[in-house]
């Protein structure tokens, strides 16, 4: 869903301004909320990643457009575990039929797997997505719909996430096209049209 990819984004500039001043234990790559991403969870991830990369065609240098597999994994792995703790505080119910659905919704790509790739999310982490996308997009529903978009970035915002310095810097001037979390989506193929759906049935990364 549209809204929910623009609220992940705006959330993801509050993240740029915020992840960085806090220490960090050691072995982890990111700490976001009450959750912990270790280094090895992050290297095994990349590593499923790129084999993802591979089997789609996709050249990692022009994909990612320079970015480093493990700090674009590692944004995708944050935006799922702040995307998930939210779903959980609200107590957000998300069945496997939803996250199925939602697995092969191609979004605005060619396949569910590109648009799962766009978000930087590798094969083993898919159904944390999914659910996490449904969860939003009925967080969101009651918030409001359209209209709950601000409140829905501002809980975003609210868990906020430390990166190990390791694996660099997020974008300081993040802007809606460029947000930091996300690179060029037409970096992984061609983008196609989708016919409007309902909220809960069209996650986009």
Do not use: W
């Not at 947000?179 to 193929?189: E, I, K, Q, S, Y």
């Amino acid at each position: 869903m549209k809204s929910i990819r623009v609220a992940v984004a705006t959330a993801a500039a509050g993240i740029a301004l915020t992840a960085c001043s806090s220490p960090m234990h050691a072995g982890a790559a990111a700490l976001v909320g009450n959750e912990r991403i270790s280094t090895s969870q992050l290297n095994e991830a990349t590593q499923d990643y790129l084999a993802a990369l591979k089997r789609a065609k996709l050249d990692e240098q022009t994909a990612l457009g320079g970015i480093p597999a493990s700090q674009f994994v590692l944004r995708g792995l944050v935006n799922v575990s702040s995307s998930r703790q939210l779903v959980d505080r609200y107590k957000i119910q998300v069945t496997p039929a939803e996250i199925d659905a939602a697995l092969k919704n191609p979004g605005q790509f060619e396949s569910p797997e590109i648009n799962l790739l766009a978000s930087g999310v590798p094969p083993r982490s898919a159904r944390d997505y999914g659910r996490a996308v449904v969860g939003l997009t009925k967080l969101q529903q009651q918030f409001g719909g359209q209209s709950g978009q601000q409140r829905l970035v501002q809980e975003l915002n609210s868990i906020k996430p430390i990166f190990n310095p390791r694996y660099g810097a997020l974008n300081a001037q993040p802007s809606q096209e460029s947000p930091g979390l996300f690179v060029d989506t037409g970096r992984f193929g061609k983008l196609t049209q989708q016919p409007a759906q309902p909220p809960a049935q069209q996650p986009q990364g």
